[in-house]
């Protein structure tokens, strides 16, 4: 029974995940802010992405990473990530001395979620800013799940 559990818990997770990334291609930047750019909207990003950790890929990393998120109103949202050996978790404050700090809009940081914005693309295109450890903002994606691109 365990692994039959295992295996809906994973298909469930799939099907929201599939349904967050249709959600964000479809949503406007103001309802994507208002609804999943909510704090209860950012826990349950959070929360996921805690969840989807790969403890592998994080090559002996342990630490803090920061995130500075920009609402529409000029309000800045802070969400740290720590990630120890064997797993990530996140919370809403500010890390106070982060390897990494991120900053972006929350509405493209929701995008890059839902990997309808490439990391790479946003960086260069002045939407994404980062401060500290660049290996690690490289290896970020793995970390959480995303794919390697080839």
């Given at each position: 029974?365990?692994?039959?559990?295992?295996?809906?818990?994973?298909?469930?997770?799939?099907?929201?995940?599939?349904?967050?990334q249709a959600?964000?291609?479809?949503?406007?930047?103001?309802?994507?802010?208002?609804?999943?750019?909510?704090d209860?909207?950012?826990?349950?990003?959070?929360?996921?992405?805690?969840?989807?950790?790969?403890?592998?890929?994080?090559?002996?990393?342990?630490?803090?990473?920061?995130?500075?998120?920009?609402?529409?109103?000029?309000?800045v949202?802070?969400?740290?990530?720590?990630?120890?050996?064997?797993?990530?978790?996140?919370?809403?404050?500010?890390?106070?001395?982060?390897?990494?700090?991120?900053?972006?809009?929350?509405?493209?940081?929701?995008?890059?979620?839902?990997?309808?914005?490439d990391?790479?693309?946003?960086?260069l295109?002045?939407?994404?800013?980062?401060?500290?450890?660049?290996?690690?903002?490289?290896?970020?994606?793995?970390?959480?799940?995303?794919?390697?691109?080839?």
């Amino acid at each position: 029974m365990g692994a039959l559990s295992t295996r809906l818990r994973a298909v469930a997770r799939a099907r929201a995940r599939q349904a967050f990334q249709a959600f964000v291609r479809r949503a406007s930047d103001a309802r994507l802010e208002r609804i999943a750019g909510s704090d209860a909207g950012l826990r349950v990003v959070f929360a996921a992405m805690a969840r989807a950790y790969e403890p592998g890929e994080a090559h002996g990393f342990a630490g803090e990473v920061r995130y500075d998120l920009a609402r529409r109103d000029g309000r800045v949202v802070h969400w740290t990530v720590r990630i120890d050996p064997d797993r990530a978790t996140a919370r809403p404050e500010r890390a106070v001395t982060p390897a990494l700090t991120l900053k972006m809009t929350v509405v493209d940081f929701l995008r890059m979620a839902a990997r309808d914005l490439d990391a790479g693309r946003a960086l260069l295109t002045g939407r994404l800013d980062l401060a500290g450890d660049f290996a690690l903002a490289q290896r970020l994606g793995q970390m959480f799940g995303e794919p390697v691109a080839l």
